[in-house]
């Protein structure tokens, strides 16, 4: 099938890149020329296992095509999808101004049937609001249908997510709609034995808030469990292994740590709170979530500090920029909260990503990078751990401590065991589990 795909970033790009593979004929859409310039000459603008060698081989085959124009997306295919962003608004409601507009661009170059798919993550009725907006700009005998296909795959497994999904959720409300995206999912179906769920269009396009927010509600428990623990003597490990085992709770999203962050999870919650309040239902529940996660940042901060007495003129190494392993986002990673605030306390930084520099480094200019994680800890005062990157998970602890200034290790992602810790002269924090083992 033809399909177009208008917004080419960690969704777009992905999701068209895996449906060229599966045979469809892909044209990925996107207003950034320079992006688009650069995906025709093969340069990804993410990162992301997999997926270069994807785009290059569905490129040479001809099936997989970049443009900047939503008029020639439009014309190229029956089915466009939606993958713009839906970033935070002014009052954290999902901002749905590039869905709009690309929206009523693609109703004024419509010349036949359409059928527009959101995979963008929308709150619940946009497809109704959507239908209305179209609707002023599409000829009237001209039909189009509007569905909802919201997208669960992970950053930094993406590429593999996109063909073993855990289900495919489809909202659809007319048969010509729901038959053209059954023919394009078929394969992946087939191939993967997936689930592939169909409903109306408002639950499908609830399913990814209620999904989303409630993957973040499961963090910020276990984050609460661990301030128990701390409070107790309990190890919030073994407390999360103990839960996670029990087959009704599961063991993922039960890491205590520095809390959720990335592009998705904070906006979603977020604008699914603001979105209960415009319905007139109050989802305090959520509202705890969020301040549990802001409160783990500032939990962490206060052990760094403390640790270090006088922050001002500390050195301190960041390890860790991208909000997880695997990706470079750093959009609402946690070191976009600790980079500032260690800043304005004049404390001299260090910072590590393997590869998360080029889009961290606009956003806060200036600070020095290092090539290694024992690089940027050398001379520093403390180490201040962010995401689990397999070079912080395997750094040669020795060589750690005998390049440091003071063996001060922050741990947000409990990287590592106090025990090991203990043993080896370091003063070390983590969540939710003693600085050093209890003796009996
Ligand atoms: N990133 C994820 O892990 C993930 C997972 C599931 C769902 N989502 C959702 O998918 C959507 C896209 O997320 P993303 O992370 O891919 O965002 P992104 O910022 O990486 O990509 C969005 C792209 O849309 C383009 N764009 C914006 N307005 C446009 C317009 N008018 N015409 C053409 N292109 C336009 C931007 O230039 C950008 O390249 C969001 O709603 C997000 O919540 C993201």
Known sequence: MKIAIVGTGYVGLVTGAAFAEIGHDVLCVDNDARKVERLRQLHMPIHEEGLEPLVRRNVAQGRLRFSTSVQEGTAF???????????????????????????????????????????????????????????????????????????????????????????????????????????IYKPIVDRSGCAYLEMNIASAELTKHASNSFLAMKISYINAVSRICELTGADVNHVARGMGLDSRIGPHFLQAGVGYGGSCFPKDVDAFVRLADELGYRLDLLKDVQAINAGQREHLMR?????????????????????????????????????????????????????????????????????????????????????????????DLDRLKSVMRCPVVVDGRNAFEPAVMLEKGFVYHSCGRQPQPRMH
């Open 77 to 183: 295919a029956e089915v466009i999808f939606l993958a713009v962003g839906t970033p935070p608004g002014y009052q954290g409601e999902a901002d749905m101004s590039y869905v709009e507009q690309v929206g009523r661009e693609v109703a004024r170059h419509m010349d036949g049937y359409r059928l527009l798919v959101e995979k963008s993550t929308v709150p619940v009725n946009t497809s109704a609001r959507l239908g209305r907006t179209m609707n002023r700009s599409v000829r009237e005998d001209i039909p189009f249908d509007i569905a909802s296909n919201p997208e669960f795959l992970r950053e930094g497994s993406a590429v593999h997510d996109a063909f073993h999904p855990d289900r495919i959720v489809v909202g659809v409300e007319s048969e010509r709609a729901a038959a053209r995206l059954r023919a």
């Open 303 to 395: 052990k760094l500090q403390q640790e270090l007495w006088v922050l001002d003129g500390k050195t301190v190494a960041v390890l860790g920029l991208a909000f997880k392993p695997g990706t470079d986002d750093v959009r609402e990673s946690p070191a976009l909260y600790f980079v500032p605030r260690l800043q304005e306390r004049n404390v001299t930084l260090r910072l590590w990503d393997p590869v998360a520099r080029a889009k961290f480094e606009p956003v806060h200019p200036g600070i020095p990078f290092a090539d290694t994680p024992l690089e940027a800890a050398r001379d520093a005062d403390a180490v201040l751990i962010l995401t689990t990157w397999p070079e912080i998970v395997s750094l």
